[in-house]
């Protein structure tokens, strides 16, 4: 039976609540725990994650609309169970903090509780809501301008919007930096916010994944545990909503990741990266065209020669489910992470023949007859920021023999029992490390 999912109560006078932005669209696959959609009310501004596994359907309130708390925003059908464009009728909850399953005869409801986690605070000595935080960055209003009407002189909404008008509410800059040219990079390519932290100040987390995936295969890990900052992901070329067009070399990518970050946020940030993304951030760091505070690679290439090269072309061709998921296992050590949506969002991605064209050349560009011909050991070398580097001992792509010989002062983690994707199989001690690495450098 598909499970409701629900607007909750994230504070004690709450009767309704915007929804502030969906972070999966209807017939989405979506996994338990993933940050679903957001939503604020006046007092507070909160994250709310998926309570199960399956396909999103019938999202019935638009980014912008107020709901009743307690009223259906969505539903979450399991993998193959059938569906009918309408939905059965809503069940009434006594609680508005729960998710109950529909059902069509009278029988015990299925209670899953939503997690909704704060993602605003006070900060910069500055009394305002979340909400008045939000309306002021986007309008590029100073905060430290405006006088606040609520308790103890709390900056609200509605002194946000009064303080538009007023001379010298608006700050010299804009929040958001425009993109600075760089010597080769295409346009900017597709990258998402997947958290906006909580007001902390931290610098942002950017996320750069592997060969074969795109930004969304960062959101399991996120399940496992709450960051302070906020959390840009970004599709390399090739991959998920970015160009098709692949750079002919190493540089030319860490040009377009640059650009791409650069038109995202002005200032210091943390990398992190898995595999061919762990290269890209690498070179990305060692160039010193962006202020990099931290890196963090996980099972990265371009440490030695090595690579599976029958599954960077099996993956490549696979067009069927079983043929995929054939070379999936050779991702993880425990197979049942590849739940029926990790398969089939990855399974949609193989019917793109544009996309697997423009990856089957990435391959055969960087990893030439099943060898690495990146080497990212002098620009690690170089660097004098905190680094990380990130195996699971029975990784099956890349050798996490690969991890020895780097400098002294670079950390090296090895997961035993895990494959090529600790973010995944490891994803709470994963988020352990970047809460670590961020606190490190704030």
């Known amino acids: 039976m598909p499970v409701e999912v629900i607007l909750p109560k994230v504070d004690m006078d709450m009767e309704s609540g915007q929804i502030s932005r969906w972070y999966a669209k ?23 994650d998926a309570p199960s596994s399956g396909i999103l359907r019938d999202v019935k309130a638009a980014e912008g609309t107020m709901v009743p708390v307690g009223q259906a925003v969505a539903w979450i059908y399991a993998e193959g169970e059938a569906y009918s464009a309408a939905p059965p009728a809503k069940v009434e909850a006594e609680t508005p903090v729960i998710v109950e399953t529909k059902v069509s005869a009278p029988q015990p409801a299925t209670v899953i509780p939503v997690q909704a986690a704060p993602i605003a605070a006070e900060a910069d000595g500055v009394r305002a809501t979340p909400l008045a935080r939000r309306i002021a960055k986007e309008a590029g209003i100073d905060l430290a301008s405006l006088k606040g009407s609520g308790p103890k002189g709390r900056i609200q909404k509605k002194d946000v919007e009064a303080g538009a008008a007023t001379p010298g509410a608006l700050t010299a800059k804009p929040s958001v930096r425009q993109p600075a040219p760089v010597a080769r990079g295409d346009t900017p390519l597709h990258a998402a916010w997947l958290r906006e932290g909580n007001g902390s100040g931290r610098a942002p987390i950017v996320l750069i994944h592997g060969f074969g995936a795109d930004l969304n295969s960062w959101r399991p890990m996120l399940g496992g545990g709450t960051l302070d900052n906020p959390i840009l992901a970004i599709d390399l070329p090739g991959h998920g909503g970015s160009t098709r067009t692949i750079p002919d070399d190493i540089d030319g990518i860490c040009d377009a990741v640059e650009q791409t970050i650069i038109a995202n946020h002005a200032g210091p940030v943390i990398l992190v990266a898995h595999s061919f993304g762990g290269a890209i951030a690498a070179e990305i760091a060692a160039r010193n065209n962006l202020d990099v505070r931290a890196l963090t690679l996980i099972a990265p290439a371009g440490l030695g020669p090595e690579i599976n090269g029958a599954f960077l072309s099996g993956f490549v061709r696979a067009r069927t489910e079983p043929s995929l998921v054939a070379w999936m296992k050779q991702l993880v050590q425990d197979e049942s992470l590849l739940t029926k949506p990790f398969v089939n969002a990855t399974l949609a991605q193989s019917q793109d ?78 988020m352990r490390i970047l809460r670590e690495v961020s606190q490190a450098v704030a």
Do not use: C, W, Y
């Open 26 to 48: 209807d017939g989405d696959a979506v996994s338990k725990g993933q940050l679903l959609f957001e939503i604020e009310t006046d007092k507070a501004a909160m994250e709310v």
């Open 353 to 430: 023949m544009e996309l697997r064209d423009a990856q089957q050349l990435m391959a055969d560009r960087f990893f030439a007859n099943g060898t690495q011909v990146l080497d990212i050991r002098r620009s690690l070398d170089s660097l004098n920021i905190p680094t990380r580097v990130i195996f699971g001992a029975g990784d099956r792509v890349i050798p996490a023999v690969h991890a020895t010989g780097l400098s002294g002062e670079i950390a090296v983690h090895i997961f035993a029992g895990t494959g090529h994707m600790p973010q995944l199989e490891q994803r709470q001690k994963i």
